[in-house]
């Protein structure tokens, strides 16, 4: 039965909303805290304990008797503590607990709990403004994987390279505590301590502030849907975290709109709210927003965001949310009714890519044909589904896109999830032509919408990124297994492998230490694979300096359709000063004549071709300009970037316009 408690009837009355809150500075209540120099107060919301004591670990054993308040709320204090102190909360005289808001658990998420001096940090980053959408280019990163250390100080290292390169904003997959020794964030069960396994109590401060430094901001994804199967022990403490009103493929949801909720509200948005105060973050990635289920006012993701967005100040921040019924509500203002959050992935544009790139159309690719329609709607109406009918799932998806700007759809080709849906973990380059991946590449980095990257991407890892999670009890290895197994037999060409014995052999386990360790990137390959590297190093500063490109305006361009997997993107700029991007995903083409009106020059006159994915120096067979004396010639699986130039240009260009190999191209890098 749960336990009875009496709430507040308004949210936005409590005492801790942001109605009452938002002009005070924020600070975190809950967990140890120090209040003096070895003064520490301890709070912990525990509404279904009758006692709750501090019990410290190690030589100093004290215990402390915590004074319980009318809304469930345990607090004292205790003096003489160090920072460095271990103790967990026994609870009614029984068992002890790790507290819900540890900030390090040094021993893992079933450990004691160790105390924290948040103000120990001397930070470099007084001078950094925070982040905004727009312009930016995100990379996600495993921090366990992208090194072989795989941890935070291991990751600070690579950070100026990542600069160098062209990234400026870092999404880092979920660092939560989590059990056992590699996992991919998404089993977090202590939500306020960065896994142990990455580095010491101010490790990810460290990797934060170096990445300030050099111009990068980080935004961490977090999991605000469910917990973990193991080390959770929210429920010692409180019945009303969890709710049975809705389900997910995870069990039971968050409590986000019953009986106790506000307190668990509270724990949430607090979390967010901890990361930017006492980590200096500039966002989040929220996982699974539709799993977000909430049916009071304001909305918890609503709530989320104002006074994320409020404590941060000045600075901006920025929260990207994952949602695959594609909720446009997600990033509306709030005064339409929206939840004001910045961005959304978009698995559009993903699956259609996809769907180019290999060629099959099975599972939830279904609905997707790749073709060059598909990939200027998406350009220019930011999804595709917008309320139409969906077959995969039998009902209709998404919903009506208007003004909202290109930069809040984020695109890409690869994310955490999809290369871990492969059966093997394997990398698009390694289930699609490298010229056809050159082509989809560009347009990707070219297009008006933000780019994500996921690790080793930019380079062709050659290393896999599989699913992968460590478990000690036996039932969780064959549950986790098992869900894994079913998951991917929606796919007829993965289903066939569990089905066939001398293939299963070939089936990675998921929670073999061999799984992780081959996820891990080799950074040497930024070398081994400089072709593809310098590519996606070309294109990240065209992006970024080219102005007709980075003004990321997508009601500023037009596309046509030359052929079936076949298009051109105009960009319009001022006065004529255009940009011209032709992609081939298919055959050569030979238009002569082409009645395309998109393509005719503009009143500058000329078309100079400065970009092209057939450079030699990314691995392509040659340069061929695409303008001949009769018409326009195509070459397969290519992408071209051109601009418009004027008559007094001229002389500049005219040997590109009478040959059919262009000579030489102008480089955006040496």
């Not at 990939?375 to 969906?390: D, E, H, P, T």
């Not at 008006?448 to 478990?471: I, N, R, V, Y």
């Amino acid at each position: 039965m749960m336990e009875s408690l009496s709430l507040t009837a308004d949210p936005l009355n409590h005492p801790n909303s942001w109605n009452n809150k938002r002009k005070r500075p924020w600070k975190l209540s809950l967990g140890a805290n120090f209040t003096a120099e070895k003064t520490v107060s301890f709070k912990v919301w525990a509404p279904k304990c009758k006692a709750v004591e501090v019990v410290l670990q190690g030589n100093d054993n004290r215990k402390q008797a915590l004074t319980k308040d009318e809304l469930g709320y345990f607090s004292g204090a205790m003096d003489n503590i160090e920072p460095g102190t271990l103790y967990k909360y026994q609870i009614d005289g029984k068992d002890s607990f790790p507290d819900p808001v540890s900030r390090y658990l040094p021993e893992g998420p079933h450990g004691p709990t160790m105390i924290v001096d948040p103000g120990h940090y001397q930070w470099h980053d007084q001078n950094w403004p925070g982040v905004n959408l727009k312009g930016q280019v995100i990379y996600e990163m495993h921090i366990g994987a992208f090194t072989p250390e795989g941890t935070f100080d291991a990751a600070a290292k690579e950070l100026e390279e990542l600069s160098y390169f062209g990234i400026t904003l870092i999404e880092v997959m979920p660092v939560a505590e989590f059990p056992g020794k590699w996992n991919q964030g998404y089993d977090g069960v202590s939500l306020y301590a960065p896994s142990h396994l990455y580095g010491d109590s101010e490790a990810f401060k460290r990797f934060v502030d170096k990445a300030h430094q050099l111009g990068i901001g980080v935004i961490l994804d977090v999991v605000y849907n469910h917990f973990g199967p193991d080390g959770n022990y929210t429920g010692m403490y409180s019945d009303y975290y969890l709710s049975n009103k809705y389900t997910t493929h995870w069990g039971d949801v968050i409590n986000f709109d019953g009986v106790g909720s506000r307190e668990v509200r509270e724990f949430f948005i607090n979390n967010a709210c901890y990361w930017i105060g006492e980590f200096h973050l500039d966002g989040f990635r929220l996982d699974s927003t539709q799993d977000f289920y909430d049916d009071s006012f304001p909305h918890i993701l609503a709530e989320l965001s104002q006074r994320t967005s409020e404590m941060a100040l000045p600075k901006s921040i920025v929260i990207i949310a994952e949602n695959e019924p594609q909720d446009i509500k997600l990033i509306r203002p709030r005064a339409e009714n929206g939840y004001e959050l910045d961005g959304v992935w978009n698995d559009d544009f993903h699956h259609a890519a996809i769907v180019s790139l290999k060629g099959r159309s099975e599972a939830y690719y279904t609905d997707y044909r790749g073709t060059g329609q598909e990939f200027i709607s998406l350009l220019k109406r930011g999804y595709l589904y917008q309320g139409q009918a969906y077959s995969w799932q039998k009902k209709s998806r998404g919903t009506i896109v208007t003004d909202e700007p290109a930069w809040s759809f984020v695109f890409y080709l690869q994310n955490h999830d999809q290369i871990s849906n492969e059966l093997r973990g394997e990398r698009i380059h390694l289930l699609t032509d490298m010229a056809r991946l050159r082509a989809m590449t560009a347009l990707l980095l070219l297009a008006p919408e933000t780019p994500l990257l996921f690790m080793g991407q930019e380079f062709a890892s050659s290393k896999p990124f599989m699913f992968f999670a460590d478990h000690t009890s036996e039932e969780l290895v064959k549950n986790v297994s098992e869900g894994r197994r079913k998951f991917l037999e929606q796919f007829p060409s993965h289903a066939s492998a569990y089905q066939s014995p001398e293939a299963q052999k070939f089936i990675p386990d998921v929670c073999a230490s061999i799984s992780f360790e081959n996820s891990k990137l080799d950074l040497s390959e930024r070398e081994k694979h400089r072709e593809i590297y310098r590519l996606h190093y070309d294109l990240l500063k065209i992006r970024r300096e080219d102005p007709i490109i980075a003004a990321q305006d997508r009601f500023n361009l037009d596309g046509a359709v030359l052929d079936t997997y076949s298009f051109l993107i105009r960009f319009f700029g001022k006065d004529g000063n255009d940009r011209l991007l032709l992609i081939n995903l298919g055959r050569d083409l030979d238009y002569s004549p082409l009645a395309e009106p998109l393509i005719a020059p503009s009143k500058k006159g000329f078309w100079e071709l400065i970009w092209s994915s057939d450079d030699p120096c990314y691995g392509g067979p040659g340069v061929l300009n695409p303008f001949q004396e009769k018409g326009m010639k195509l070459p397969a699986q290519s992408a071209i970037l051109l601009k418009s130039v004027s008559e007094e240009e001229k002389p500049l260009i005219e040997k590109h316009l009478k040959a059919d190999a262009a000579p030489h191209l102008n480089k955006v890098t040496g």
